[in-house]
């Protein structure tokens, strides 16, 4: 069974970057849509950034501006590059991606089982 792994996770200073990368563990598999979400201790999950297969991109308020999401087709990867961290973007962020065994035919969706980022001083 395809899986979904993530790296990129860690300990950062407030002020600090870090850059997640998601990727397919079967290369049989394409990537379609994707997103990056999280969740922080006591919350519920949330989006924090999406691509559709299109190219099209949507992120939350709180890191439009600050986070990055993107892909490479050619190492079957996406990434999250996060620049400016604070301490409220502590959370464990989770990959979620839309693969597909061949062309032409529907994605299902996958969830890596996150990677950790905690920003403080």
């Known amino acids: 069974q395809v899986q979904v792994l993530e790296s990129g996770g860690g300990l950062v200073h407030p002020g600090g970057s870090l850059r997640l990368t998601c990727q397919a563990s079967?290369?049989?598999?394409?990537?379609?849509?994707m997103g990056w979400h999280r969740q922080a201790p006591g919350k519920a999950r949330e989006l924090v950034a999406a691509m559709a297969t299109g190219g099209a991109t949507v992120y939350s308020t709180s890191v439009e501006g600050r986070f990055t999401i993107s892909r490479d087709n050619a190492k079957n990867a996406v990434y999250l590059q996060m620049n400016n961290l604070t301490p409220e973007d502590t959370a464990v962020y989770y990959c979620?991606?839309?693969?597909?065994?061949?062309?032409?035919?529907?994605?299902?969706?996958?969830w890596g089982q996150g990677t950790q980022v905690t920003v403080s001083s």
């Open positions: 979620n991606l839309g693969l597909r065994s061949r062309a032409f035919t529907p994605s299902k969706d996958y």
């Open positions: 079967d290369s049989r598999y394409s990537i379609a849509g």
